[in-house]
Nanobody
Framework: VQLQASGGGLVQAGGSLKLSCAAS????????MAWFRQAPGKEREFVAG????????SYGEAVKGRFTISRDSAKNTVYLQMNSLKPEDTAIYYC???????????????????WGKGTLVTVSS
């Protein structure tokens, strides 16, 4: 599966952005999807994930209550709605996927099999 993330940009603290990740190549419903991010000088970290079965979700502690992940199977797209953005949310955001268990939300970088090119989110103070 090929993944293409978009929607990044510059936003002021407290603002919102919505990222999109379009998937192509194989049946979208076969894949668990996730968003990760990597800030300069830091390791890539889990942001949010959504399972391919009943759409269960999971969030990293830093974004709980502010970000929402969702998927639209008709459009082969997963979204990340980001609200109440903070300067510390500044990072390159990556979309990722795997075709493993349908009932697990994968949160580790090493569990993801497919990656898209990132989209940069910059939050100014």
């Amino acid at each position: 599966v090929q993944l293409q993330a978009s929607g990044g940009g510059l936003v002021q603290a407290g603002g919102s952005l919505k990222l999109s990740c379009a998937a192509s190549g194989r049946t979208f419903s076969r894949y668990n999807m996730a968003w990760f991010r990597q800030a300069p000088g830091k390791e890539r970290e889990f942001v949010a994930g959504i399972a391919r079965s009943v759409g269960g979700t999971s969030y990293g502690e830093a974004v709980k209550g502010r970000f929402t992940i969702s998927r639209d199977s008709a459009k082969n797209t997963v979204y990340l709605q980001m609200n109440s953005l903070k300067p510390e949310d500044t990072a390159i955001y990556y979309c990722a996927a795997n075709g493993r268990s349908a009932y697990v939300i994968y949160e580790r970088v090493e569990d993801m099999d497919y990656w898209g090119k990132g989209t940069l989110v910059t939050v100014s103070s």
